[in-house]
């Protein structure tokens, strides 16, 4: 708070006392008071004006100060109440009070509005676990048909498949720590992915071929399954015609962290769209042409990648190939221990 | 013929595994009172266990811990919960393995299958007409005569000889080869069938693996 500043706000207060001084002095010459007495009180009251607007002006100024200073400085600026002091004036305290009950209602909003979420995710996850059950025994009905059912199981893959999308996405937004990350071979991961989309795979002849999985990594197993079969989907979503489709992944350590390659012969991604495809409902040229896409896939991905720790980028050159890398760090801990 | 014991609350699910079961050939067995779900299983005395983690009075894990405390028959524990906090907790009470629902019932079968191998005390029989099948070395011969089998017509031989006399699918061939990180095409699986065909052949074995139009092969 500037002094400047300061003074313009209490200028009707200072027009008042210069008018009631001129008012004293008029006064003053009618009953013809001494020339001496009438300066002195000019003086008393001049000097007592300044003391007055001096010290209310540093009283405010510290505790305005502390107000500015603490929100510029704070990245959470909800916990403003908790750095400045009670003032010793009554409008700060007006002020402070006010702070401090606004932020403990938003607290109490924000809480609501944490387990209303929390509780919704709890369903989802019960809902996911029930809902299953039927189509547990509609696969099994299915495969005890015969070759008849054969086109059932085809749909109820979909239907499970677009099943665990909710489930992840619930899981991707949720603060609440429901994965052990601990060590997991890459290979064996891969391989339940393949042998759960085998018959599509064979449908469409992709070829499909792996390269040093023999590797582990630090993660949580589901979670990097759910992670793989979405990239596998959407190489199948996007295969280019006119070529036999092929998928090839393959890990290898750079710089010390194990880096995941998921690559496909597909149609690609176009360069304007590339450093878009992470984000949320984003569907990009592939998305809006081929088939429809809802565009949270790849947004899931990234956002589990992250909560595990791992870093998710795409390389790709249109009509050629897409390259989906995973790069999981080193557990230092392990190390440390052997 | 091997017995396994069904524990699943979902009546629909526990009917169609009866089935899947039956159909592959085994015996089942089940209960419908879940109060004293360990000593159902432990009366019944099975060779397999299909546990649900989800079912009424105590959970999975729980009756899991009550049948290790008195035998040690394999136990598969299934569950609709995709969580590693789920599998890590049911091995850890020693269960055998851990399969999520919906699963697809010929990967079922082939763990079943692979958990009552391990499980079984008696070395299995690993020879066909007098020839040894020699996994480890994925070598069949019989001293004098032998072929060495690569990976995936080993993986085939196996099943096939597994179900001696039965009919063994494309489909089912697929999966074991599928299931070993072999994610070889239909074509390809052709090829192998056809050069096992002619390695036995080498070896005296002419027309061991016969063809079933649009069912799928035999060993004879």
């Known amino acids: 708070m500037r002094f400047r500043d300061y003074i313009r706000d209490r200028f009707g207060a200072i027009l008042i006392t210069l008018v009631s001084w001129f008012i004293l002095m008029l006064f003053f010459r009618a009953f013809r008071v001494r020339m001496y007495i009438s ?284 390259d989906i890398m995973i790069s999981f760090g080193k557990n230092e801990y392990i190390t440390m221990q052997e | 013929m091997s017995k396994i014991f069904i524990v699943e609350d979902d009546t629909a699910i526990r009917s169609e595994l009866a089935e899947l079961l039956k159909n592959a050939g085994y015996e089942t067995d089940t209960t419908e009172d879940f109060s004293a779900t360990a000593e159902a299983v432990l009366n019944s005395a099975p060779d397999l266990v299909l546990l649900d983690i989800n079912i009424p009075h105590a959970n999975g894990q729980q009756v899991l811990r009550d049948i290790r405390s008195k035998s040690s028959v394999p136990v598969i524990m299934v569950t609709s919960h995709t969580s590693e906090i789920d599998e890590v907790l049911s091995m850890s009470c020693g269960a055998d393995d851990y399969v999520t629902k919906p699963y697809n019932p010929t990967i079922l079968l082939l763990r079943i299958s692979a958990v009552l191998k391990r499980s079984a005390a008696k070395p299995e029989n690993n020879t066909y007409n007098g020839l040894e099948l020699n996994t480890a070395k994925g070598i069949l011969g019989n001293g004098e005569k032998e072929v060495s089998l690569t990976k995936n017509e080993l993986l085939i031989f196996q099943q096939l000889l597994d179900r001696k006399g039965e009919i063994v699918t494309r489909d089912d061939l697929m999966t074991v080869l599928w299931d070993n990180e072999e994610y070889i095409n239909d074509n390809a699986l052709t090829v192998n069938i056809s050069r096992l065909r002619a390695k036995l052949a080498d070896i005296g074995c002419d027309n061991a693996i016969e063809t079933r139009k649009k069912q799928g092969y035999v060993l004879v």
């Open chain 1, 39 to 322: 300066s002195a009180a000019t003086c008393v009251l001049f000097i007592a004006g300044m003391i007055r607007l001096l010290w209310d002006y540093f009283r405010r100024k510290s505790f305005y100060d502390s107000i500015k200073n603490s929100c510029d400085g704070l990245d959470k600026k909800y916990l403003l109440h908790e750095m400045i002091e009670q003032p010793d004036f009554a409008e700060g305290r007006i002020v402070y009070d006010a702070l401090c009950e606004a932020n403990k209602s938003m607290c109490e909003n924000v809480a609501e509005h944490r387990r209303s979420s929390e509780d919704f995710r709890e369903y989802i996850e019960l809902w996911v676990h029930e809902i299953k059950l039927p189509v547990a025994s509609l696969l099994l009905m299915s495969h005890n048909d015969g070759e008849s059912g054969n086109k059932y199981s085809e749909q109820l893959k979909r239907i499970d498949d677009y099943i665990e999308n909710v489930l992840y996405y619930a899981r991707s937004e949720n603060a609440e720590k429901d994965y052990i990350i601990k060590e997991v071979s890459l290979k064996r991961i891969f391989g339940n992915i393949a042998v759960k989309n085998r018959e599509e795979l064979l449908q469409r002849n992709v070829n499909i071929s792996t390269e040093g999985l023999d590797r582990t990594v630090m993660t949580d197993a589901k979670w990097l399954e759910y992670i793989l079969g979405q990239l596998l989907g959407n190489s199948m979503k996007y295969i280019a015609e006119g070529r036999e489709p092929e998928i090839h992944i393959s890990a290898e350590e750079k710089d010390g962290r194990t880096v995941l390659h998921f690559r496909d012969n597909g149609i690609g991604i176009p360069a304007s769209d590339l450093p878009y495809i992470f984000e949320k409902s984003y569907t990009g040229e592939n998305g809006r042409t081929r088939s429809r896409s809802t565009g949270m896939g790849l947004y899931i991905v990234k956002s589990l990648c992250e909560r595990l720790g791992h870093t998710v980028s795409a390389d790709s050159v249109q009509d050629e190939y897409t």
